[in-house]
């Protein structure tokens, strides 16, 4: 296992997150809150160019979802971390090589079929750890936690809905799943890789199982579903010793983007 | 009594009008909010919640084909021409005719009854 | 435009209200005097009553220009979505825009159910057949521009759909109701960028005056030019209420002097309120410049038509996916 000072990026600067579990919990929400930020952000592209418009008012409602559930966990860790830095600032003010989202969104949004691909295998993903965290000790996350889920239900039951349409259509629809699915499968499982410091987190009651046990259960409820579309199954997560590092350059393209107006005029008022 | 029109039958795969109803809060009625396209049933309930529910303003929502609508606007049948004010409380005007019950009972008229039990 | 009179209502013929007009017993003429009548008398249309080819062209037209609007008019601020300098701001953004695309929805529905496919109008709006309001065609420079448009197109665009809410057609006039509400917290928002950059540091600020100083000529222009109420045939069809020069000088009243409380300047010298006569003088607008914007030779014009574009046969096999063969199915 990789130890910490591999995996923590230059910018995040846990000075005075003392000992193990407030480290261990600051980068689980860490990683929790990026995965939601990146997701949204790159979904809320297809604000106003969807494929219909009242699927584009849908689509735009779970990018919105996620991006609220990003601002809240940067929130909680905020209060974990205690350094002065506030929701926004963790959101904004890092470099490119700090953010610690899974490498699956790393994958731009592509088409569609790439979108709900991606959106697919995510939210499945993040469901086996929303479970996982549900009963959480620290509470504030638990709480957080149980709205959450309540509001996922609502994405699972969407992108279910449109996996099945894209693999039932045929054609050209079906072949344009397929070839999201091959190129971002061996990506898919990063977002259940296990973490530095889950010792610390299972011996603390942070998060209820360790996340191969999560995998394992999002690998047989993806299965079931694929076997049934006749897709064909995820490979194993490669190299998941980097699950969340080595950013792409799409993400690198996205991260200049959205810092452009907030760098424009450091420490400004918005 | 005209016929009313239902529509052509459910064509699977098309996207077609589905009328919205929605109910904003406890105890108010199912009223019209509008309609989506949708191509079936899955989908025209995820549309109405955008359309209809975004910021929280519904807690129920129905959403019906706009084929399966039966309708009826006929006047004959309901606005019939005879009277009928029987059936309404401005067809019992009293009046005069408790004026001169009071009159010859040497009472006056009893104040608003503002008292519930 | 399509051929007024190939427009079959897509509605079945269900049971029409008892009104006159909908008498199929009566002629042509009869049954236009007895519509006529109706509607300049305040009566109320709905999409099931028979209209005369003149009113349902007239409306769908209305309709048509206000859906292409909505749906080109996300493209100015869809690029800062993107861009948008916190969280908080990021979410109101992508609302606002997710707003514009659930009115161009609606009011696409509206036209659809005039006889007018929702399909057929978007390509129209593609080949540059039919017209998007002026504002959508001028380009977004900054941060700066996305609060002036979030709050001052917007708050004109208001004034017009406010008078609209009780348009003969009902469709849309209830449509017009609901999106007046959401309209309404755009402003807000819009509002309150501009605010909190107006009393920001010195750049935030010469931003926002920046902006301003460039949208004013659209802003001033996208109520169009002064009309003759007489002549006018939305206006005799009650489709609208209010005259172009009514409209601006209701937001000219609400908006300049919130304008000018925050300390910033608008570009028109003579611009100032008579107190006398209650209407406001100004700089006359720029007509040459609206009628080549409308006719899609404005900046911005023919890029974003381009980007629907790519972007509709990008995601056609979507629509067909879902679909099954929508082709064989219309057939």
Known sequence: MTDFAAFEPLAIDFTGAGDGRVRALALLLLTMADDEFVIGFSDSEWTGIGPILEEDVAISSLAQDELGHAQAL????????????????????????????ARLLDHHRGDWAATIARRYLYDTADSARLEAVASSSHRPLAELVAKIRREERYHLMHVQTWIERLADAGGESRARLLAALEAMGPDAGTVLAPLPGEPSLLRHGIIAEPFATMEARWRDGVGATFRRLGLPDLPPTSDPAHARSGHSDAFRALHAELTMVRRSEVGATW | MTESTGGAPATPGVLEPWEVFRREKDGDPMRHGGSVMAPDATLALHYAREMFSRRQESVHLWVVRRGDIHDLADLDLLQPPLDRSFKKPGGYVMRDKLAAAREQSGQAKPKANKGTR | MTDPLALDPVLPPRERSALPFNDAALDHDERYRHFAEHVTGGGKVEATDWMPDEYRTQVLRFVEMHANSEL???????????????????LALTAKVQDEVGHAQLLYRVAEDLGKPREAMIQDLLDGKTKFHNVFHYPTKSWADIGIIAWLVDAAAIVAQQALRDSSYAPYARTMKKICWEESVHIMHGRD????????????????????????????QMHGPRSDRAKDRDIHWRIKAKTSEELRQEFLGIYVPRIRELGLTLPDAPLALDPATGVWAYDEPDWNELRTVVTNHGPMSQERLDFRRANWAATQWVRDAILGSPRAAVA
Do not use: N
């Open chain 3, 72 to 90: 080109m008019g996300v493209l100015p601020e869809r690029e800062w979505i993107m861009r948008a300098p916190t969280l908080r701001r990021k």
């Open chain 3, 193 to 220: 960028v501009v605010v909190t950059m107006a009393t920001g540091t010195p750049a935030q600020r010469a931003a926002i005056q920046e902006a301003l100083d460039r949208w004013w000529g659209p802003l001033m």
């Open chain 1, 74 to 101: 940067y929130g909680l860790l905020t209060d974990t971390v205690a350094d002065g830095r506030d929701a926004d600032a963790w959101a904004y003010d890092r470099p490119p090589e700090g953010y610690l989202h």
